[in-house]
């Protein structure tokens, strides 16, 4: 399995109060990815990396903000959660852009917010 | 419309079947093809990567390509219980851009004893 630990696995919070979920990874991978998953939508992208400091907007950012400071993790933070940020959210890595576009998943991180 | 459509499922068969799962899509653009296999509550995994039309096996797996009908298959023989699972299909337009895979919703597998 690829070394992909996200945190936390579980929360419940309150509309409006700001929530930050981490991944980090082991494998020493350039590109690491936040996406959502919700019934009737699959997996979108929120935000991606493709370096330290280096992130881009993927197609449901809104909302959302990342950070990253070291290769091995990928923060994504909720500044005040809402209602639709219910989610689970999966962190992935990819080792090289002109790959077979293989991603490595976490195991996802459930967010309810109230 | 969505890009990419796949039923949702669930689907339902009895071990030792052959599963058939389908998306269609839009974007003529699209020309890298993958499934994905989700077990519950676990991050998806790759299962199978093809570029552009034909088919392509590996074991019980075989994925299908047809561009000219936007049509993608994954076929699975000899179906197991330790198939079931939600397979989602992913696709993108260029080499190079894992940043811009675009997923369908996932098909539910149940396989049956």
């Known amino acids: 399995d690829a070394g992909i630990t996200q945190s936390p696995r579980h929360k419940v919070t309150e509309t409006g109060t700001p929530v930050t979920l981490r991944c980090h990874q082991t494998?020493?991978?350039?590109?690491m990815y936040w996406y959502r998953q919700d019934p009737g939508h699959g997996l979108r992208l929120i935000h991606y990396s493709y370096g330290v400091k280096d992130t881009d907007k993927g197609e449901v950012s809104d909302g959302y903000s990342v950070s990253r400071s070291k290769t091995e993790d990928f923060l994504l933070t909720l500044e005040s959660a809402t209602s639709s940020q219910t989610s689970v959210y999966f962190c992935a890595i990819s080792e090289l852009l002109g790959s077979t576009g293989e991603l490595f998943f976490g195991e996802g991180s459930r967010l309810t917010v109230l | 419309q969505k890009e990419v459509e796949q039923d949702p499922g669930p689907l339902s068969v009895p071990e030792g079947a052959i599963v058939s799962l389908n998306c269609t899509y839009s974007n003529s653009a699209f020309q890298y093809f993958m499934w994905y296999r989700q077990y519950s509550r676990k991050g998806p995994e790759l299962l199978m990567y093809t570029y552009s039309s034909g088919n392509k096996e590996d074991g019980r797996f075989t994925a299908q390509v047809d561009k000219s009908s936007k049509y993608i298959s994954l076929f699975i023989r000899d179906s197991q219980p330790s198939d079931s699972a939600t397979y989602l299909c992913?696709?993108?337009?260029?080499?190079?851009?894992?940043?811009?895979?675009?997923f369908g919703t996932g098909t539910r597998l149940q396989v049956t004893l």
């Open positions: 494998e020493n991978h350039r590109y």
């Open positions: 992913a696709m993108s337009a260029n080499t190079g851009t894992a940043s811009k895979l675009t």
